[in-house]
């Protein structure tokens, strides 16, 4: 009788044990699959070398440029870059972009901004800012000389 009563205290020990143990294992795994995740995000993500450069301008600087589509053009050419490359930087299409080269529309205040601090950038700025992006300087059209 004593023997009965104690393995079934075994038992149900056993058993509350054994739901806490799988549990665990499920959230050790989870927790494995989260960090592989993170290693694998780690291991994409490009190596710039550093701080990304700040694309600052003051707004006084920013009401004394102006940015057309000729400037836009002038300014992706100068720099060496494409379209989706510069739409990549600012954080935006490539079809908007080519819609500001056009004159069809134009950028918000933000987005020039941005493009105002651009004309100041150096080419190892534009090389961080694209890295960041999984982007490389690759010469395109823009970056070809005659």
Same mark, same amino acid.
């Given at each position: 009788m004593v023997a009965a009563t104690v393995r079934r205290e075994v038992r149900e020990t056993m058993s509350s044990l054994s739901k806490e143990v799988r549990e665990l294992r499920r959230s050790l %795994? *989870? @927790? /494995?699959?989260? +960090?592989? %995740? @993170? /290693? &694998? *995000?780690v291991a994409r993500a490009p190596a710039y070398g550093g701080r990304l450069p700040r694309l600052q301008v003051s707004d006084k600087e920013l009401r004394r440029s102006r +940015? &057309?589509? *000729? &400037?836009i053009k002038k300014l992706r050419a100068r720099q060496g870059i494409t379209q989706a490359q510069l739409a990549a930087i600012i954080g935006v299409t490539g079809p908007a972009v080519a819609q500001w080269e056009t004159g069809t529309s134009e950028p918000s205040e933000e987005n020039r901004r941005v493009l105002v601090a651009l004309r100041k950038a150096s080419q190892r700025d534009i090389e961080r800012l694209l890295a960041a992006k999984g982007m490389s300087l690759g010469r395109g059209r823009a970056g070809r000389k005659k």
């Amino acid at each position: 009788m004593v023997a009965a009563t104690v393995r079934r205290e075994v038992r149900e020990t056993m058993s509350s044990l054994s739901k806490e143990v799988r549990e665990l294992r499920r959230s050790l %795994s *989870a @927790l /494995e699959k989260r +960090v592989a %995740s @993170l /290693e &694998t *995000a780690v291991a994409r993500a490009p190596a710039y070398g550093g701080r990304l450069p700040r694309l600052q301008v003051s707004d006084k600087e920013l009401r004394r440029s102006r +940015v &057309t589509p *000729a &400037t836009i053009k002038k300014l992706r050419a100068r720099q060496g870059i494409t379209q989706a490359q510069l739409a990549a930087i600012i954080g935006v299409t490539g079809p908007a972009v080519a819609q500001w080269e056009t004159g069809t529309s134009e950028p918000s205040e933000e987005n020039r901004r941005v493009l105002v601090a651009l004309r100041k950038a150096s080419q190892r700025d534009i090389e961080r800012l694209l890295a960041a992006k999984g982007m490389s300087l690759g010469r395109g059209r823009a970056g070809r000389k005659k």
